[in-house]
RNA sequence: GUGGGUGUAGCCUAAGGGUUAGGGCACCUGGUUGUGGCCCAGGAGAUUGUGGGUUCGAAUCCCACCACUCACCCCA
């Protein structure tokens, strides 16, 4: 037999592990409803072309990181790498434009890229998205923000800042990218190779090249932020004095654009320390062509999407203490055939009252089932045996302290409901 | 796609050419009759990532592949 294991890249969340999920989903959720996002849920899979229109034909996500299938119909099919285009496809499609606007939603579930794993990095990973559909008030860029700065305030995450940049409109992006372009015309022979094809591909890009050689053209590379249009620089101006306003902090990158086409105006990131060079912890921006794109009414909308992993690596990092999930406070031993079926009656009707309880199965000493109470960790070990069948009392063990009392069958149930 | 590092039981690890691959954690069974944790004794668990090569002899040296991991790239 082979010795299967799981595809490169993808992960095994444990029984030890999942509190930290169980905890920051539960936040995530809270802070959504409070704000007014309601949950939608869409498929793991859509058609390919939908991801191609939306992120942009020619991102890396499209050209080389998207886990495409043809169905046995002969469909193009593709595991989203991203939740947007999804919901903007639902949002369409199910004519959520025709409600009361914005309309806001969240997301979770996973999602998948082809790439390289490395400390951060997944090949499937889990996504929290929230978007706002139907209004381009820069308040609606605050509010998701704001959610997701209070998302991580919240986990125990210390020293937060947005990295803030605009990527324009289409009015004012074409002549930024003109500037950009002359002033890159003259450092040509400065710049690496791959910024030289940027420039006919995602101009924008090369302003975050990494590469050694091309750092001092970048550091001398014109701001989008001088070349915004009126709108866009209005709308910027705005949301900067909502976030002062709410006291979150934020760092104008000028070298901040992102990796998706659909992007105007805001864009952001929230970068964390201690996890690997894959430091962002979630991204997001306005992107308010693309529902026009998908096919839809011109509608404005911005959101942002959160890496589950990716926080919770940093949790561990930070050691923050989560609460545990619960387990049986009660679990039942037995001894002989006729006990075995009382314990089994036990369990359900303590269960049934709210109260979890373990069964303990097979036939065994005593000894090594209370041996198995400990290790599970239980408050209470109920014990019954001939002894107690014939009395009517089962024998019941506290497990911390030690000390055991006979407690009447009857009100067995009664009395361990009362004790937690 | 490109580079670096690493692969010995579920986990951590010893053995750096020489008999049945050693230990710790965890797991199981005992330490008289029906009582956990500590202690003691015992047990089970490994085709040393896979395949090939060198050698009288390979966990150990060589090659390839695979996986993990970190980084580039890109992003959550």
Same mark, same amino acid.
């Given at each position: 037999?082979?010795?299967?294991?799981?595809? !490169?890249?993808?992960?095994?969340?444990?029984?030890?592990?999942?509190? /930290?999920?169980?905890?920051?989903?539960?936040?995530?959720?809270?802070?959504?409803?409070?704000?007014?996002?309601?949950?939608?849920?869409?498929?793991?899979?859509?058609?390919?072309?939908?991801?191609?229109?939306?992120?942009?034909?020619?991102?890396?996500?499209?050209?080389?990181?998207?886990?495409?299938?043809?169905?046995?119909?002969?469909?193009?099919?593709?595991?989203?790498?991203?939740?947007?285009?999804?919901?903007?496809?639902?949002?369409?499609?199910?004519?959520?434009?025709?409600?009361?606007?914005?309309?806001?939603? /969240?997301?979770?579930?996973?999602?998948?890229?082809?790439?390289?794993?490395?400390?951060?990095?997944?090949?499937?990973?889990?996504?929290?998205?929230?978007?706002?559909?139907?209004?381009?008030?820069?308040?609606?860029?605050?509010?998701?923000?704001?959610?997701?700065?209070?998302?991580?305030?919240?986990?125990?995450?210390?020293?937060?800042?947005?990295?803030?940049?605009?990527?324009?409109?289409?009015?004012?992006?074409?002549?930024?990218?003109?500037?950009?372009?002359?002033?890159?015309?003259?450092?040509?022979?400065?710049?690496?190779?791959?910024?030289?094809?940027?420039?006919?591909?995602?101009?924008?890009?090369?302003?975050?090249?990494?590469?050694?050689?091309?750092?001092?053209?970048?550091?001398?590379?014109?701001?989008?932020?001088?070349?915004?249009?009126?709108?866009?620089?209005?709308?910027?101006?705005?949301?900067?004095?909502?976030?002062?306003?709410?006291?979150?902090? /934020?760092?104008?990158?000028?070298?901040?654009?992102?990796?998706?086409?659909?992007?105007?105006?805001?864009?952001?990131?929230?970068?964390?320390?201690?996890?690997?060079?894959?430091?962002?912890?979630?991204?997001?921006?306005?992107?308010?062509?693309?529902?026009?794109?998908?096919?839809?009414?011109?509608?404005?909308?911005?959101?942002?999407?959160?890496?589950?992993?990716?926080?919770?690596?940093?949790?561990?990092?930070?050691?923050?203490?989560?609460?545990?999930?619960? !387990?049986?406070?009660?679990?039942?031993?037995?001894?002989?055939?006729?006990?075995?079926?009382?314990?089994?009656?036990?369990?359900?009707?303590?269960?049934?009252?709210?109260?979890?309880?373990?069964?303990?199965?097979?036939?065994?000493?005593?000894?090594?089932?209370?041996?198995?109470?400990?290790?599970?960790?239980?408050? /209470?070990?109920?014990?019954?045996?001939?002894?107690?069948?014939?009395?009517?009392?089962?024998?019941?063990?506290?497990?911390?302290?030690?000390?055991?009392?006979?407690?009447?069958?009857?009100?067995?149930?009664?009395?361990?409901?009362?004790?937690?």
């Amino acid at each position: 037999m082979p010795r299967y294991q799981r595809p !490169t890249g993808t992960l095994d969340i444990l029984p030890e592990d999942q509190h /930290y999920w169980d905890h920051v989903r539960a936040r995530a959720r809270r802070l959504a409803e409070l704000a007014g996002f309601e949950r939608i849920d869409v498929p793991m899979f859509e058609a390919t072309q939908l991801f191609a229109r939306g992120i942009g034909a020619g991102t890396d996500v499209v050209d080389k990181e998207m886990y495409t299938f043809t169905d046995k119909g002969g469909k193009q099919l593709t595991l989203r790498p991203e939740f947007t285009a999804g919901v903007m496809r639902a949002y369409i499609e199910n004519g959520l434009h025709v409600h009361l606007q914005p309309v806001k939603l /969240y997301s979770f579930g996973p999602t998948f890229r082809y790439d390289r794993p490395q400390a951060g990095r997944y090949r499937q990973f889990t996504q929290f998205n929230v978007e706002i559909l139907g209004d381009q008030d820069p308040a609606a860029d605050v509010e998701v923000m704001a959610l997701v700065w209070d998302l991580y305030a919240g986990l125990g995450f210390r020293n937060l800042e947005f990295q803030l940049n605009s990527t324009g409109c289409p009015r004012c992006r074409p002549g930024y990218v003109a500037v950009l372009k002359s002033y890159y015309a003259e450092h040509l022979d400065e710049i690496c190779e791959d910024c030289r094809r940027r420039l006919e591909r995602s101009p924008l890009r090369v302003l975050d090249c990494k590469a050694g050689r091309c750092q001092s053209v970048i550091a001398g590379a014109p701001h989008f932020l001088d070349h915004l249009c009126h709108e866009c620089a209005e709308h910027l101006h705005t949301l900067r004095e909502y976030l002062d306003l709410l006291g979150r902090r /934020y760092a104008i990158n000028h070298r901040l654009v992102r990796g998706l086409d659909y992007y105007t105006k805001t864009v952001f990131e929230v970068w964390a320390a201690g996890i690997g060079a894959q430091a962002a912890v979630c991204g997001g921006g306005r992107y308010d062509g693309l529902i026009e794109l998908l096919g839809g009414p011109p509608t404005p909308g911005v959101g942002v999407a959160v890496g589950l992993e990716r926080i919770i690596l940093v949790m561990k990092g930070l050691d923050v203490e989560v609460p545990s999930l619960p !387990t049986p406070r009660v679990f039942v031993a037995h001894l002989g055939s006729r006990a075995k079926r009382e314990a089994l009656r036990l369990v359900h009707a303590l269960r049934h009252a709210d109260v979890g309880a373990w069964l303990s199965y097979g036939e065994r000493g005593l000894k090594s089932q209370l041996r198995e109470a400990g290790k599970r960790g239980v408050r /209470y070990a109920v014990i019954l045996g001939e002894d107690e069948l014939a009395t009517g009392a089962a024998t019941v063990r506290d497990m911390d302290a030690g000390e055991q009392v006979s407690v009447e069958l009857a009100e067995l149930v009664d009395w361990l409901s009362g004790r937690g």
